[in-house]
């Protein structure tokens, strides 16, 4: 129980910090997700209300429903099963849609708002004792207050955070289990098992990264093979969707294309994507494995994160989600997050007023135009990528990392935590 007890504050601070998340979006809860500029005026959009009627949640389960293929869940399992079993419970508690869709909605934000507050205490254990208040970042810093009920992403950050703590406690198979989880839920902490791969690669302790990784495709079959076995097309709509998506708000490939510049805005944007990933992925692992001494697995799990979301082709604002407890694990200074966070306010507040200067709408009166949308864009990219620098600056001069300062290797490293070097590009020094 005395164990406990620091953990008390936290969890009450989250809990605030879901509750202002819920109010952000009390114009729209109130009726206004009915009408497309009140919506945008009030800066309270959410997927998850609208989606009840357009995936057809209020009638059908998702992956089995019987519509044409764009209009099947495009999401991941997990995030499908947490769908159908809340309408379940709504289609329950009343016959009538309308009351249904504001239930789903009541629903999910209960389920986002204890996945917040679960987030936010592995991420203190995570942190460990003497990082522990790093924490209130995730629990309300004004960025995740905003994003927080866009969409379903606070599940699939709870089961990141949870999937750190048991690695960093030795539990690999319970932590192979909850990245496969994760990742069956929202594709982005695939890219962890880079993280844990290169430093496996730099500290020769395959066995538990093996574990860990046989232990996440195991639990992604577990949960995804009944649905490719008896609902293959339903199952398939996320995988294409996300193939044959375009490039859409919040990515810097929408400026090059809107612009009309040469190559990067007229090639293809998938293969410009993944080849500027592989790009930024081959300077992380020659970045792992030189650096004089072995980075912290927070600081690569950071870094790959982030050069993922900056080099997609689509950037929603809920992304913020993603990568926030990863930022502070990394490198927990204050004023590099403060500049990223003004960023993400501004781009949370640009997207809204943009699109009511767009068709259908097309409001300019009421919204903004392509260069001021524009800033807010770069401006996330450019305080994310001064962020990286930063961590790459620390993995170069670890001396400069706050996190050791305090007599810690690794609080997230688990099997890599004090581990001596077995392959590096560089001379390790202590």
Known sequence: MARAVPYLPLGLIAALGASLAYVVRLPCRTGGWNEQISTYTNFCYTDIYPLYFDRSLATQNPYFADVPFDKQVEYPVVLGEV?????????????????????????????????????VLLMAAVAGPTRRWDALWYAVAPAVVLAAYINWDLVAGALSMGMLLAWARHRQVLAGVLLGLAIATKFYPLMFVGALFLLAWRTGRWRPFLVTFGSAVGAWIVVNAPFMLFAWDGWRRFYVFSQERGVDWGSPWLFFQSKGWAVLGETDVSTLGMASLAVLCLG?????????????????????????????????????????????????????????????????????????????????????????????VWARAITIAIMMAFVVRDILRPEKDVVRQGGVDDQVGGAFDEAPDRFTLAPAVR
Do not use: H
């Open 83 to 119: 769908m159908q079993v809340i309408s379940w419970i709504a289609r329950a508690i009343s016959p009538d849609q309308g009351v249904q869709a504001a239930k789903f909605y009541d629903l999910t934000v209960v389920l986002l708002g204890f996945s917040l507050v679960a987030g």
């Open 284 to 376: 992380i692992a020659v970045l792992t494995l030189s650096a004089p001494r072995r980075p912290r697995l927070a600081q690569i799990c950071f870094l790959a994160l982030a050069a993922f979301m900056m080099t997609n082709k689509v950037w929603s604002p809920q992304f913020v989600l993603w990568l926030v407890p990863f930022a502070v694990l990394a490198r927990p200074n204050w004023k590099p997050i403060v500049l990223w966070q003004l960023a993400e306010i501004w781009y949370f507040l640009a997207i809204w007023l943009y699109l009511l200067a767009q068709p259908p709408l097309s409001r300019a009166d009421l919204g903004i135009g392509d260069n001021t949308y524009f800033t807010a």
